[in-house]
């Protein structure tokens, strides 16, 4: 009874069934693409234990635009990437959340960083799981009534873990998370 109820637990398929991505918008605008997305999934154990003892979870969203060509291979006509650092101060028992372009702020890379502070673990987590209005292309790259394949991909960023939980979550079908989704999309002509 035991062995059964550890395989279902291990197997791909309830690893898998941790979260999906549930909207997927493309608009084209004279400021260029622009994506909408919002995903749900569940934070696994490991990692909520570790964001209630203070250490901060990093996380990446990543946008993809392909042209498929039958004579050659695909082209990525644009990539974007977001990084979130989600963290929890036991002091003041406050959620801090925080979106920058930039992976570290010593990274080299100078951007705009956004954090906003959450009461409950719910709110920052449901803020976590969408994106609106993020410009991942600019107006030049894409023509008009062309399909690209696009693809978005929200993952938790073990590398960021300190050392003793990323070898924690080696091997765990609970400690990595991600969600992704692709799609075709044929880009509008821009409306003046």
Known sequence: MLLTAALILLSPAHAQARGEVIE???ERTPAGVVLNAAWQMELPPLVESALYQGIAM???????????RWYWSDKTVAQAVRHLRLSYQPL????????????REDAGR??????????????ALASLQRIAGWKIAEPSA?????????????RLDTSQMPRPLQF????????????SKRMSWTAPEIQP
């Open 142 to 154: 894409v023509e008009d009534d062309v399909t690209y394949s696009v693809h978005f991909q929200f």
């Open 168 to 179: 924690g979550a080696v091997g765990r079908s609970g400690g990595n998370m991600s969600v």
């Open 58 to 68: 990093h996380f990446v969203a990543e946008a993809q635009v392909v042209r498929p």
């Open 24 to 26: 997927l918008r493309l």
């Open 92 to 103: 003041t028992r406050r959620w801090r959340l925080t979106q920058s372009a930039a992976e």
């Open 110 to 123: 100078v951007g705009l960083s956004l954090g906003q502070n959450f009461d409950e673990l719910g709110d």
